[in-house]
């Protein structure tokens, strides 16, 4: 999950298993969500996203859980590839602003 | 293609030297905004602008300015840069505030 500190939080799964990725959230009354990925170099990428009177929305291989009661968001990932190996980041919506947490790094082995 | 681009992608300069980052997007967005990305401390949000003539405060503001005159564009300034700035700006649009970001690729900025 996400957390405070110089170092991310990492995840190492082997190709073809199921990986998720949890965050926490602040703030209770933030509406919406999203997950994003960002590979080393580039800049973040749209992944998924959901809307607060829901609880699970999916996208092609991807699944975003959402618990409200416990401020609780988590990415799932179904048959995780090299190609997933990346930092994730979760982000809520706060007024204008996105808040992003700090991210966890998913690494994939062969 | 869709894109919002950065420049310079890297840049290396003094303190107090003013200096703009640049960004575009070509996607008629009327939202833009500015991150800076720090190890340990994620993305945190700059400035942000809804629409033309329309820019707030994000979280960490002191030290930057912003200006949107065109829809299309968002500029970054620093006007007297200071080491505590050196981090990688992204810029990023999407069509409202509660719609997927489109992010830049980044701007790698040292201040010596």
């Known amino acids: 999950g996400e957390s405070v500190g110089l170092h991310l939080p990492t995840l190492s799964v082997q190709e073809g298993d199921n990986s998720i990725i949890n965050c926490a959230y602040s703030?209770?009354?933030?509406?919406?969500f999203i997950w994003y990925k960002q590979e080393s170099g580039k800049g973040p990428q749209f992944i998924i996203d959901?809307?607060?009177?829901?609880d699970k929305r999916q996208g092609q291989r991807v699944t975003v859980l959402l618990n409200k009661t416990v401020k609780h968001l988590s990415l799932q990932i179904a048959a995780t590839q090299p190609g997933d190996s990346a930092v994730y980041f979760c982000?809520?919506?706060?007024?204008?602003?996105?808040?992003f947490g700090q991210g966890t790094e998913l690494s994939v082995k062969p | 293609e869709a894109q919002v681009t950065q420049n310079p992608r890297y840049l290396i300069t003094v303190t107090g030297k003013k200096l703009t980052v640049t960004c575009s997007q070509n996607?008629?967005?009327?939202?833009m905004s500015w991150y800076r990305q720090d190890p340990g401390l994620g993305l945190r949000q700059i400035y942000y602008?809804?629409?033309?003539?329309?820019?707030d405060k994000g979280d960490v503001p002191e030290g930057y300015k912003v200006s949107r005159k065109e829809k299309r564009n968002f500029p970054l300034i620093l006007e007297s840069p200071s080491p505590n700035q050196t981090s990688l700006y992204f810029c990023?649009?999407?069509?409202?505030?509660?719609?997927?970001?489109?992010f830049g690729p980044g701007t790698r900025l040292t201040v010596t």
């Open positions: 990023a649009s999407s069509s409202g505030t509660l719609q997927k970001r489109h």
């Open positions: 703030n209770s009354a933030s509406d919406y």
């Open positions: 959901i809307r607060s009177n829901m």
């Open positions: 982000a809520e919506k706060e007024g204008g602003k996105l808040i």
């Open positions: 996607m008629n967005h009327e939202y």
């Open positions: 602008s809804m629409n033309v003539e329309v820019t």
